[in-house]
């Protein structure tokens, strides 16, 4: 089962066991205001990187202090084969 949460979770308190989800970004670029993105958790290295980047060399390795599921698909593209991940059950 995918674990979905709607509520922001301090990384202090638990870490995601989907890869992929929303994150407060803090600090990057250096000394910037925190912002809210897409971010990609690598359990294996411990590290957060911003979605569509690299790790290596100073890529988009960043600091994430809070986060949160992914929204699920609206229901009208239930069942639909063009989509990733249609064969997830979609609420009504």
């Keep these: ?13 638990r ?3 989907t890869h992929t989800v929303l994150g407060v970004v803090e600090d990057w670029p250096k000394g910037s205001e925190p912002f809210i993105d897409t971010v990609v958790y690598f ?9 569509g980047y690299d790790e290596e060399p100073d890529g988009g390795v960043v600091k994430v202090a809070f986060w949160r599921s992914l929204p699920k698909f609206p229901a009208h593209y239930r069942g ?5 991940g249609y064969d997830i059950e979609v609420p009504a």
Excluded: C, K, Y
Aim: proline share 10%.
């Design 1 to 13: 089962m995918i674990e979905h949460t709607e509520t922001w979770v301090d990384v202090n308190e």
């Design 15 to 17: 870490l995601p066991h």
């Design 43 to 51: 359990p294996d290295r411990g590290v957060w990187v911003l979605n």
């Design 80 to 84: 639909d084969a063009r989509l990733p």
